[in-house]
């Protein structure tokens, strides 16, 4: 077990050692920070200044070396926009990224385990074929488009009245077809500070409002694509031969279905879940941008803008240690259902 | 399917809008508002850029200020003489407070100029002054080095900063009146200003709250705002939804693909102004031996519509442009209109016996000024018209820059305001012949030089009398125009937006500086 974790820990320093290389290697098309940094009327003599400075000017050895020298010691440098250290910078929007990709993967667990089992057993139900359908849909739709109409569904709200309104019937369906609006559209609004850094938006109602949004919009990225990861493992384990057994034992339906056949059908999509979380934080450059979620995402996004150079390496190597970090959980997550796998590798 | 998504969407809405909680009414006036990006620093003198001077009218107070007509509003000054050629001498209010409680006194206003004769981004701009003196209390002489016609123009820059507070060290040792642009400073993080707010709370990139300073000395000023909380939204998409869903009060800039929807809507109210940012193009004589030839670059200015750009791709969201000078300004010339003939382009095309056309590069940014990828296009398209090949690439901001300075591309796309407000701005930056030791002609990707033109503009910022001096600026946009020096395409246009209450229209200008002190917000 502990060498197992060295071993990850060794992992996941080179991981960050090969993201600070290529990441440093491709700030020169990045473009000069100097320019977001100075007005447009500033001279070439003052540019040069600050550009010498900052030690832009040096090759690029010497500033890696100078960079990899102050990262050891956990400095990993100033952020040009932020005008703090980028670790502090990233601390602060840490929690609204972390707190964003927990309430997706909430969601994403609440429903895509209820929702696979249901079309697995029942495949031929008319509401199987509806999820399926609209998996589909949700998984063509990109996330940006999603926010979007959420936010003018739920935010600013729609009025329609396609069906004649000075009939009864007719004006409630427009009613129930329009919405008022008013779920807030930006933001966190006032999360609640529980310590250090960390403000909650999960501590107050009106801080899960604003969570909503951002969250749904979030998991409809991987929600269709986790229904169908585990309706087709429930389908292919429902048909293996220890569930005849069991069936043919008269066991109830309901502890075969989620006591011995659900156990099995989430090994693979533990695995799967693992790199995706991951992902979601990839994803979150997008919905943080369209919901101005103030997390690393956004904060990212500013930083190419802004050509930020450290403040994008920094993010670079610490979203790198963030998927070494939840591939190493999922592997211990994975020990704990399937005893048989032995974590150091050595035969059972 | 879509019915049923709706229905189930509507549900889950009604679910949800019962969940939020209830806004508590408050006894004070609070404005939430919205801009693309929030100020990079709280030192005012850190960046010469729209936010730091946006942020300076709301927690400082300038000399004087422009008002609408761009005429001269006194603010800590209350008048001004001509001592002399190269003396001015300004009377200053004797009856104002600095957030920190310090009093406001002539010292103040020396220690700022110097200041600003110190930082990076302002020093240019500041180097006609050679000294300024406090007389006594209430009264400063500024020199000049030699006669300077638009000292007030720079007063418009000059906010007094509370000297008291920011001298000294600070916890780190520091001094708290260095200006640091990588770093921590004391004065990107404190501010003692004499403005109407004060900052109560700054979250970089999530939010800053302003609160009504309580002493603030303009008790003439209609403003009844009590707290404005800022937030970024920089995404555009975003920032018109969250207006529209009434979670912000005011926003800007408005986009221009959302123009139409923020109009018609009934709780809110658009307004538009013709800008003073005029977007052009500069054809490279260096790279390109055709664009020496006049009738060349006469063509290529006759064969780009300006009025359609403006009209059909900027959606009337765009002023056509003929000169550098908008409306207001000295140099501005009012017979120059845009000359799109496409027969006399093709004509002129011929004579210079470029019949077949030729081929050339261009470059445009893609995400700094609005359309300016799109208005790229447009162009190229254009000059296929007259045989010119165009070969065009688009970069984000963060690259072009570079790219611009290096001259990489034959025809190069550039958007510029004049810090001065003034006429003689634009060709020191972009028309005059370039000089690396004098900075002059800095942005000129055309290579153009006409040193006649230089001399003219160099006796006009010489010239006191105005009206004199505005001749002479005029003269200079109409040789820039007869001999097409650059293609000017548009002024872009501003556009902001707010809740029917917040009665935005009185403080806004063309310099994009809302007055946000003297903004009133009335009962709903």
Redesign the interface.
């Known amino acids: 077990m502990i060498a197992f974790l060295i071993k990850r820990l060794y992992h996941a320093l080179l991981v960050m050692f090969v993201i600070s290389i290529i990441a440093f290697a491709i700030q020169d098309?990045?473009?000069?920070p100097i320019?977001?940094?100075?007005?447009?009327?500033?001279?070439?003599?003052?540019r040069e200044?600050?550009r010498e400075?900052?030690g832009l000017n040096d090759p690029f050895l010497v500033q890696y070396l100078r960079f990899a020298g102050n990262a050891v010691q956990f400095d990993f440098g100033?952020s040009?926009?932020?005008?703090?250290p980028t670790t502090e910078v990233i601390m602060?929007h840490l929690p609204a990224t972390l707190e964003l990709v927990a309430a997706s993967t909430f969601l994403i667990i609440a429903l895509s385990v209820p929702i696979g089992v249901y079309s697995a057993i029942r495949p031929r139900a008319w509401l199987s074929r509806?999820f399926m359908?609209?998996s589909i849909?949700g998984i063509s739709i990109p996330v940006f488009l999603t926010a979007?109409v959420l936010?003018?569904?739920?935010?600013?709200?729609v009025s329609v009245a396609p069906f004649p309104a000075d009939t009864g019937w007719g004006a409630w369906l427009n009613e129930?077809?329009?919405?008022?609006?008013?779920?807030?559209?930006?933001?966190?609004g006032d999360p609640v500070n529980v310590f250090g850094t960390w403000d909650s938006n999960f501590a107050s109602?009106?801080g899960?409002?604003y969570l909503?949004l951002p969250a749904v919009s979030l998991a409809s990225i991987m929600l269709p694509l986790f229904i169908r990861l585990i309706r087709a493992e429930m389908l292919e384990v429902l048909q293996s031969e220890y569930v005849k057994f069991a069936r043919a034992k008269g066991i109830s339906l309901r502890r075969i279905y989620f006591i011995h056949a659900l156990k099995n059908t989430m090994l693979p999509v533990i695995t799967v879940g693992g790199v995706q979380i991951g992902t979601l934080v990839a994803y979150t450059i997008l919905t943080e941008?369209?919901?101005?979620w103030?997390g690393m995402g956004?904060?990212f996004l500013?930083a190419?803008?802004?050509?930020d150079v450290p403040l994008i390496v920094t993010y670079l190597m610490i979203v790198g240690l963030i998927f070494v970090i939840t591939n190493t959980l999922v592997d211990l997550i994975y020990g704990l259902v399937n005893p048989t796998v032995k974590l150091t590798g050595k035969p059972a | 399917m879509t019915l049923k998504k709706t229905l189930l969407a509507s549900v889950i809405g009604a679910a949800m809008t019962t969940a939020v909680l209830p806004s508590v009414a408050s006894a004070e006036t609070s404005l939430r508002m919205a801009y693309d990006a929030d100020p990079v620093s709280l030192d005012i003198h850190e960046q010469l850029s729209g936010g730091i001077i946006q942020l300076s009218h709301m927690t400082f107070d300038p000399l004087v200020r422009w008002n609408k007509d761009l005429s001269f509003e006194p603010r800590l000054a209350t008048g001004w003489e001509q001592v002399d050629d190269t003396t001015m001498r300004m009377t200053l209010r004797d009856d104002v407070e600095f957030h920190s409680g310090n009093t406001f006194s002539a010292e103040d206003v020396v220690w700022t100029i110097e200041r600003l004769k110190r930082s990076p981004d302002f020093k240019a701009i500041f180097e006609p002054i050679e000294s300024v003196t406090a007389i006594d209390d209430t009264t400063v002489e500024i020199t000049t080095t030699k006669p300077y016609p638009l000292l007030l123009n720079l007063a418009t820059y000059v906010f007094p900063m509370d000297s008291a507070f920011y001298s000294g060290t600070d916890a780190d040792g520091d001094p708290k009146d260095e200006i640091v642009k990588n770093g921590n400073s004391f004065a990107s993080t404190h501010v003692s200003g004499t403005g109407p707010y004060v900052v109560t709370e700054r979250q970089q990139g999530v939010r800053i709250t302003f609160d009504r300073f309580d002493d603030y000395w303009d008790e003439e000023s209609p403003g009844n705002v009590d707290e404005i909380v800022m937030t970024p939204i920089s995404e555009n998409a975003t920032r018109v939804a969250a207006l529209l869903s009434g979670d912000v009060d005011f926003i800007a800039p408005v986009p221009p693909n959302d123009l139409d929807r923020v109009r018609e809507d009934e709780d809110v109210q658009l307004v538009t102004m013709s800008g003073t940012r005029i977007i052009l193009f500069h054809m490279n004589q260096e790279r390109v031996e055709a664009f020496q030839d006049p009738k060349v670059r006469q063509a290529f200015a006759y064969a780009i519509n300006q009025e359609g750009i403006a009209d059909r791709l900027m959606k009337g969201f765009a002023t056509p442009a003929a000169q550098f000078s908008p409306e207001g300004y000295a140099g501005h010339v009012e017979s120059l209109e845009p000359r799109y003939d496409l027969e006399k382009a093709k004509q002129l095309m011929v004579d210079a016996g470029y019949e077949d056309g030729f081929e050339i590069t261009m470059m445009a940014p893609n995400n700094r000024y609005v359309n300016d990828a799109k208005i790229a296009q447009a162009v190229a398209a254009m000059l296929a018209r007259i045989n010119v090949t165009v070969d065009l690439k688009t970069l984000p901001k963060a690259q072009y820059w570079g790219e611009f300075d290096e001259r990489v591309a034959d025809m190069m796309m550039i958007g510029w305001h004049a810090d001065t407000e003034d006429s003689a701005n634009f060709h020191e930056y972009l028309t005059a012949c370039p000089d690396a030791d004098t900075g002059a002609g800095q942005y000129n990707a055309s290579n153009y030089c006409n040193p006649e033109l230089d001399k003219l503009v160099a006796e006009a910022n010489l010239e006191i009398d105005l009206e004199k001096r505005a001749e002479m600026l005029q003269q200079v946009e109409q040789t820039l125009y007869d001999d097409a020096a650059f293609v000017p395409l548009h002024w872009q246009d501003l556009a902001w937006a707010s809740a029917s209450n917040v009665n935005i229209e009185p403080v806004l200008n063309v310099m994009n500086f809302p007055y946000l002190g003297d903004l009133v917000i009335t009962d709903e």
């Open positions: 098309n990045l473009g000069d320019q977001q940094m100075v007005g447009q009327s500033v001279p070439e003599s003052e200044a600050l400075e900052l100033y040009y926009t932020f005008n703090q602060r509806f359908g609209v849909v979007i936010i003018q569904i739920f935010a600013i709200g129930a077809l329009s919405t008022d609006g008013g779920m807030p559209a930006y933001g966190r109602l009106e899960l409002t909503v941008t369209v919901f101005q103030p956004l904060m500013n190419i803008q802004r050509s």
